[in-house]
């Protein structure tokens, strides 16, 4: 497995030197999305990599290529890999996902964007996973507020499970280059019956060089069925 965190290095470092001349789409926000869509005909490249800190902990890279249909539609595929405790490095979903914005964006609303996704496990004895989210937010000056209404089904094989769940953020940028600010994130799974309640609360912080950007944020559990912390990195460029 060493040979294939090698190559993820390779393409993460790829990445950095293939920087164009369209700015990305930055995120100011580790887990909670803005409600904005990639420019037509632009293309960028996102790379994750999220730490969780459970019994086991685990890592979780993946790596995003998107692409702008329209002023209104964008489309990405995702390859995502994962390495729990005491296991070795593998090839675990690969994830589609599209963001249609609802109106023109104003300062003077919400600007809605429907957001939608279908992950798919190598392992075919996992269920498949559809998740519906609706993206809001404004922005007050320099400060950014965002919010995301989330839900996700699972289903075959097995019974479908439900998930409902909600995202926040809030941030103070200093300058097109720095942005600081705090983040949650909510899940309600029902499962058998019962319901399991799954929340992070954490800083985040964005920079902006050129043609890439960083976003670094961290989440601390805030139930007994969360895990005790995660932290996930971003990097964003434009090709």
């Known amino acids: 497995m060493r040979n294939l965190r ?24 580790a ?3 803005m409600p904005v869509t990639i420019a037509a005909e632009a293309t960028e490249l996102e790379l994750y990599q999220t730490y969780t800190d459970g019994d086991p902990y685990s890592w ?35 994830q589609l996902r599209s963001r249609m914005r609802l109106q023109e964006p104003s300062t003077s609303t919400w600007s809605p964007v429907l957001y939608l996704e279908y992950n798919r496990k190598l392992d075919f004895s996992e269920p498949n ?63 058998d ?4 309640t799954v929340a992070y609360a954490g800083p985040v912080v964005s920079f902006a060089s050129g043609e890439l950007w960083y976003t670094l944020g961290a989440g601390f559990g805030l139930t007994d069925e969360s895990a005790d912390t995660r932290v996930r990195l971003l990097v964003g460029v434009g090709l």
Not at 11 to 22: D, E, K, V
Not at 193 to 196: N, Q, S
């Open 6 to 29: 090698k190559y993820l290095t390779i393409i993460a470092l790829s990445a950095i030197t293939l920087a164009a001349s369209a700015h990305a789409d930055r995120r100011k926000y």
């Open 31 to 33: 887990w909670t999305y």
């Open 60 to 94: 979780e890279y993946r790596i995003e290529l998107e692409q702008g249909l329209s002023s209104r539609v964008d489309f990405s595929l995702y390859q995502i890999f994962k390495q729990n405790e005491n296991e070795n490095l593998k090839w675990n979903a690969f």
């Open 129 to 191: 996973k559809a998740e519906c989210k609706i993206l809001c937010g404004r922005n007050f000056g320099a400060t950014n507020f965002s919010a995301n209404a989330v839900y996700e089904v699972a289903w075959a094989p097995g019974e479908p499970e439900h998930e409902v769940g909600f995202d926040l953020g809030l941030s103070q940028e200093w300058s097109f280059k720095y942005s600081i600010g705090l983040e949650t994130s909510t899940r309600f799974e029902f499962v």
């Open 193 to 196: 019956g019962e319901t399991e």
